[in-house]
């Protein structure tokens, strides 16, 4: 928050760095696609292959093999999900469990009888996830993928945690005291996160980031020059975000 | 750029009436209500990844998923199947004449014996399996109708253009139409059990119960009125190119499995997702818990032959098989959870270790301020 930024200036830098866009990140992201479509599509198919449901009936047929890997995939995204967000206010709990739910609202509405009384061919999948998602298989399957999809990625950031911290990370305070102390310094500051303590204006006025001697010009005309200031590949002359 | 670092700060609290639409000395102020939501003071559960939830989590995941995997896994060992192909490729095979030669008229029978080693307890469940098929080419998927099969009278006659090139024949529409249902799994499979004096016995195999509920009373309805007598209500249809006799004779003897709601077309027109796939055939009741429904011994399947699969290199099976709270045999569950919570268990160990010699590096101390 914006006390906390206050206090560790340092906190710009890799984004100053540009150390979350780069080649090298978006190699990592491709390569942890390519891993989590891969186990998306074999855990479901290595499951249902040659296998039927409890009472002998078919499971591995072309609809409920298609509502299993959504299943799977819509669960392991909001997993993943819950991984990242890393400030759980009432709202987010409302959007991802929420989000979690209207997908099954959704397909055991579009699946149901009615739908397809009312209008048989644009609703095939009548029956299918009435049929499907009460195998223990399905579930179990459902499971597994969502853990060897984000397996990898607790074992990365918990490895680089400790092994090569990053500012970030070193900047994270213990978590009990942090809770405490996020309700009792609420009144004090806002989540607002400010970039600047005290604006531009004192910047502007002063003429300290024109590089030549040129006429007193009015507040409003100097875009040019406050880009000039504002490098992002580095600290620019004069000019730290703490406002001295 | 500069007007909004001009309104941030207004919110501190400087007041300017230009700003409002009111016009000045009573403008509305555009500062945000000061409530925890607008804010953005909401209490917040910031999760980390911290030693104390990781090591935990990777250990709890580790001994949940074992013993899921043991359980699958034993299970899955426990369900007896038997698998016989019937294709006869080689020419050893009792089919090996009747995959050589295919004629429209004649149905070609063949005989072929096999042992089972082990009883097979309750419920037996009898399934005929294809290989090299693929029931889920986008274009086959697609030839259907289901509101022809729905019942519904204009598609009867007027079929869906899905269900080109199967669609009409002679200016006759076809009923069923498409290709899956064109493609009928028409082969005969009976069951007889060898004494050992050489006697055999037919084994009772129950037709019914092997679609899916909805599918037989919800999605597949005859169509409406004349319901014991199915030759008037297809009278203006045809039957597909490939069968040999018209939809309302898959079953005369009993009305409830005639007709569109036959349980053994019902489970066809249900499209496989993999090429190698099985369906339900037939059911093999249990007699009573004393004996087994199968015991061991010799046993005939007989064969009519019907179903050309040499074309496209396929291949024809009969597969017995038993049933357990996790469906069929399918080893792939239980050996992954085992995999899997072993290999939890094992990077917690490491990661333990890591962060008892390499962690706690990380503290406020050490931010140059």
């Known amino acids: 928050n914006d006390c906390y930024s206050q206090s560790y200036p340092q906190l710009y830098e890799p984004g100053q760095r540009s150390l979350y866009f780069s080649k090298g ?24 292959r040659d296998s039927v449901s409890t009472d002998g009936h078919d499971i591995a047929d072309h609809q409920s093999f298609a509502l299993l890997t959504q299943t799977c995939l819509t669960v392991t995204v909001c997993v993943q999900l819950g991984l990242d967000l890393s400030y759980w206010t009432a709202v987010n709990h409302l959007f991802v469990w929420g989000s979690l739910g209207m997908y099954f609202l959704v397909t055991f509405t579009m699946q149901s009888d009615g739908l397809h009384r009312l209008y048989a061919s644009s609703f095939p999948f009548v029956g299918t996830a009435h049929n499907s998602l009460d195998q223990v298989t399905v579930w179990l399957t459902v499971l597994l993928t969502a853990v060897l999809c984000v397996l990898p990625v607790v074992v990365h950031r918990f490895l680089f945690m400790q ?3 990053t500012i970030n990370d070193k900047a994270q305070p213990p978590p009990p005291r942090r809770r405490a102390r996020i309700r009792r310094s609420s009144t004090r500051c806002s989540g607002y996160a400010f970039s600047y303590a005290y604006g531009y204006g004192d910047l502007v006025t002063s003429k300290r980031f024109l590089r030549r001697p040129v006429p007193l010009r009015s507040a409003g005309s100097t875009p040019a020059g406050r880009s000039a200031a504002f490098r992002p590949a580095g600290r620019s002359a004069g000019y730290s975000p703490s406002g001295q | 750029m500069m007007a909004s670092s001009y309104n941030a700060k207004e919110e501190d609290g400087h007041h300017s009436g230009s700003v409002g639409p009111g016009g000045p000395g009573t403008g509305k102020s555009k500062k945000p209500d000061n409530t925890a939501f607008k804010q953005q003071r909401l209490p917040a559960w910031q999760p980390i990844l911290t030693a104390g939830t990781v090591l935990p989590a990777f250990f709890a995941i580790g001994l949940i998923f074992i013993p899921i995997g043991i359980g699958l896994f034993v299970t899955s060992n426990n369900i007896r199947e038997f698998e016989l192909d019937y294709t006869g490729v080689e020419m050893s095979s009792p089919c090996f004449n009747c995959s050589q030669t295919y004629s429209w008229n004649n149905s070609c029978r063949c ?6 080693e082990q009883p097979f307890e309750s419920n037996v469940f009898m399934y005929y399996g294809l290989s090299n098929f693929y029931q889920n080419h986008r274009r086959y998927v697609k030839s259907r109708d289901d509101s022809q099969l729905n019942g519904d009278k204009r598609f009867l006659t007027n079929p869906s253009k899905e269900c080109e090139p199967y669609r009409m024949n002679d200016k006759m529409p076809i009923a069923p139409c498409g290709a899956i249902a064109n493609s009928l799994f028409n082969d005969t499979l009976e069951l007889y059990y060898v004494y050992p004096n050489g006697t055999k016995t037919a084994i009772h195999l129950v037709k019914t ?12 309805r005859n169509p409406a009125g004349n319901n014991d007598n199915l030759t008037i209500t297809f009278q203006e249809t045809t039957n597909p190119i490939n069968w040999h006799k018209p939809v309302y004779e898959l079953d005369p003897t009993e009305p ?6 036959n349980e053994d077309f019902i489970v066809w027109m249900r499209t496989a997702a993999l090429p190698t796939f099985r369906k339900l055939h037939r ?26 699969v040499r074309s496209f290199d396929g291949r024809k099976r009969m597969i017995l098989s038993t049933i357990s709270w996790m469906g069929g045999k399918n080893p792939f569950l239980g050996i992954a959870y085992i995999t899997v919570g072993s290999v939890c268990f094992f990077l917690g ?21």
Do not use: M
């Open chain 2, 256 to 261: 409830d499995n005639n007709g569109f709601i």
């Open chain 2, 111 to 116: 005989s072929v014996p096999f042992t089972l």
């Open chain 1, 25 to 48: 990140a978006f190699i990592k992201c491709a390569l942890h696609s390519c891993y989590s479509s891969l186990v998306l599509f074999f855990v479901p198919y290595a499951a249902v």
């Open chain 1, 163 to 165: 092994l090569n911290p």
């Open chain 2, 349 to 369: 160990v490491v990661l333990l270790v890591i962060h008892h010699k390499y962690g706690n590096r990380s503290s406020n101390a050490e931010i140059p301020n």
């Open chain 2, 283 to 308: 059911i093999i009741q249990k007699k009573d818990s004393l004996t087994p429904t199968l015991p061991p011994g010799n046993y005939t399947l007989d064969i009519a032959y019907n179903y050309p």
């Open chain 2, 209 to 220: 119960d092997i679609a899916w509920w909805t599918d037989k009373h919800v999605k597949f």
